[in-house]
């Protein structure tokens, strides 16, 4: 049998991984690394199937960990990409307000953007028809945030495993279904090798609750999956907003709302959404074939005692935003940004995601937060849900130095 053994191993080659795998070599914490990914190539997943915005940091409670990673995460990602002339659209956001009530909401997030250290700007209906011609603000007024930028995923990913590689950290795809020792310190991969690590982070996204699970660690926590369908503007639809626009969010509930995203690509195709409807599996993009019937059976119990209870503003979730799947739904959710969205002008896009949402069946209580577990000789990064794209490189850090007692055993 085949043995091998690293100072660290990270399961799960998404961004978060490859993120721990890059700031564990810049800050000369570690050189032996391997990532083992269960897919037969990366970015599969969230990492290679989000909408590819750099957030500036404007939503995020100023003492949370998003707060604390979103700002600095999004500013050196950008350098990252803008220094290898990756695609980059710097187009900046506006966020709308779609109902008089919803204003004073634009105060909460220029004052969280500006405690976060976002740039953040009002601006007036006039200003707003300067840059975006056919949006509507129902108030009069507008937040317009600079440093927003969007990028392709899938070539972040591809670049970052590709640099790692060539440093020297081994990656080992394809390797479903392992089997953890984690008293041993050691996986046995599916071909029988011995795989034993000083070290291990979980990062396995969509399945991380599961994993920690092995370990024996954050049995109170599972996981919501909800789809992230995306439509796009026709390429004949008469207006293409240059930039992003955003509904003011509902504060309480973890989804943005559908907004409309420009691409990175130097013809920019501009998309609708993502929705945030239940998904049926927890990789079940399309079809049927990936439904956990068990599974989505739980969560429809999960979620209709959080509507019950509305815990959390739960019930103005599922009104306005669990059935925007619905084309005649999302039509209207559009018309609120864009009054000017008519059916002929959109069209289904190929892309499509799934947003892992963390349910702590202790609390009974969605985690807001990223959430980091140690485990035995491990660490597991069990919500890394939006901006963790953008706030890779940061959050890395923020995760190593948890971790760091530990490491320095090694
Ligand atoms: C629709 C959508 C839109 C989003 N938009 C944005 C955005 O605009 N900006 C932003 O900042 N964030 C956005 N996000 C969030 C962002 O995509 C995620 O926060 C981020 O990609 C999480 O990265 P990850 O590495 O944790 O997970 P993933 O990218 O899912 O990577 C996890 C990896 O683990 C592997 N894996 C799973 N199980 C195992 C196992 N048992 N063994 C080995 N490997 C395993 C998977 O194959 C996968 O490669 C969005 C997410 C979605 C779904």
Redesign the pocket.
């Known amino acids: 049998m085949d043995s091998h053994s690293c100072d660290i191993l990270i ?7 490859l993120s721990i795998a890059h700031q564990l070599l810049e800050r000369g914490i570690a050189s032996n690394i391997t990532i ?4 037969p190539r ?14 500036a940091g404007l939503y995020y409670k100023p003492d949370s960990l998003k707060a604390k990673v979103c700002v600095e995460g999004a500013r050196r990602l950008r350098s990252w990409v803008e220094d290898r002339d990756l695609p980059l659209n710097p187009c900046g956001k506006i966020i709308v307000p779609p109902r008089t009530e919803l204003d004073a909401q634009l105060d909460v997030l220029a004052e969280r953007g500006r405690a976060n250290g976002a740039e953040v700007e009002f601006l007036d209906a006039d200003q707003l028809r300067t840059i975006v011609p056919e949006a509507r603000t129902a108030s009069g007024r507008a937040l317009w945030s600079p440093n927003t930028a969007v990028v392709k ?1 899938i070539s972040v990913v591809r670049r970052l495993r590709q640099e790692l590689a060539a440093r020297g950290v081994k990656m080992r795809e394809g ?2 279904d ?1 089997k953890a020792r984690p008293t041993h310190q050691q996986l046995v991969l599916p071909d029988g090798t011995e795989l034993s690590y000083g070290h291990l982070f979980n ?6 609750d599961r ?1 920690a699970r092995v370990f024996g660690t954050g049995s109170q926590y599972t996981l919501l999956p909800f789809k ?1 369908l995306y439509w796009q503007l026709r390429a004949n639809c008469p207006f293409q907003p240059r930039t992003n626009l955003y509904p003011v969010p509902d504060l309480s509930v973890p989804f943005l709302g559908v907004h409309f995203t420009p691409s990175a690509d130097a013809t920019p195709v501009v998309s609708i959404g ?1 929705t945030a409807t239940l998904a049926f599996g927890r990789e079940n993009y399309r079809g049927l074939k990936a439904v956990e019937p068990g599974m989505a059976a739980a969560n429809i119990g999960v979620l209709a005692r959080q509507y019950l209870t509305n815990r959390g503003g739960f019930r103005r979730y599922v009104h306005e935003q669990a059935f925007l799947a619905l084309p005649p739904l999302l039509i209207r959710a559009a018309q609120e940004l864009i009054p000017a969205v008519k059916p002929e002008h959109i069209e289904l896009s190929q892309k499509v ?3 892992s949402q963390l349910f702590n069946r202790k609390t009974e209580q969605m985690e807001d937060d990223f959430l980091c577990l140690a485990g035995p000789c491990s660490t597991h ?1 069990l919500n ?8 890779s490189f940061a959050l890395a850090d923020l995760i190593i130095d948890q971790a760091v007692p530990e490491l320095n055993l090694l």
């Open positions: 399961l799960g080659g998404g961004m978060v991984g083992i990914d269960k897919e990366l970015g599969l997943h969230s990492s290679g199937r989000n909408s590819g915005v750099l957030h995923p390797q479903h392992f990062c396995t996204g969509l399945q991380a994993v992230g993502p995601g799934i947003r990064v890394a849900i939006s901006p963790a794209f953008t706030a």
